[in-house]
């Protein structure tokens, strides 16, 4: 069964800095791509970054380039986001995203809200 189980999230003052995880199960995680996702209230879902299946190659939301590192650990099948200098715009529920081929799967998502 495949299982993503997203934690770290929580309540930070703007400036501040979380580290997402990602835990994954019930699928060969190295072979799969992954990505953060967010989703604010009232606003469509989007994708923040994304990581190939080695790690090699990252890509991120013109938004959060600098702010964020996408980072995996194969042997721990675990992906992460460093979030780093957070505003109030960063504020939603951030979501885990396996794809390979046509398979894929999302986490049950980590609130993130950014407030002084």
């Known amino acids: 069964q495949v299982q993503l189980v997203e934690s770290g999230g929580g309540l930070v003052q703007p400036g501040g800095s979380l580290r997402l995880s990602c835990a994954a199960s019930?699928?060969?995680?190295?072979?799969?791509?992954m990505s953060w996702y967010r989703q604010a209230p009232g606003k469509e879902r989007e994708l923040v970054a994304r990581?190939?299946?080695?790690?090699?190659?990252?890509n991120y939301l013109d938004s959060v380039k600098g702010r964020f590192t996408i980072s995996r650990d194969n042997a721990k099948n675990t992906v992460y986001l460093q979030m780093n200098s957070l505003k109030p715009e960063d504020t939603a529920v951030y979501y885990c995203y396996a794809w390979r081929l046509s398979a894929s799967s999302w986490g049950q998502g980590t609130q993130v809200t950014v407030s002084s």
């Open positions: 990581i190939t299946s080695t790690g090699g190659s990252t």
């Open positions: 019930g699928f060969t995680f190295s072979l799969y791509a």
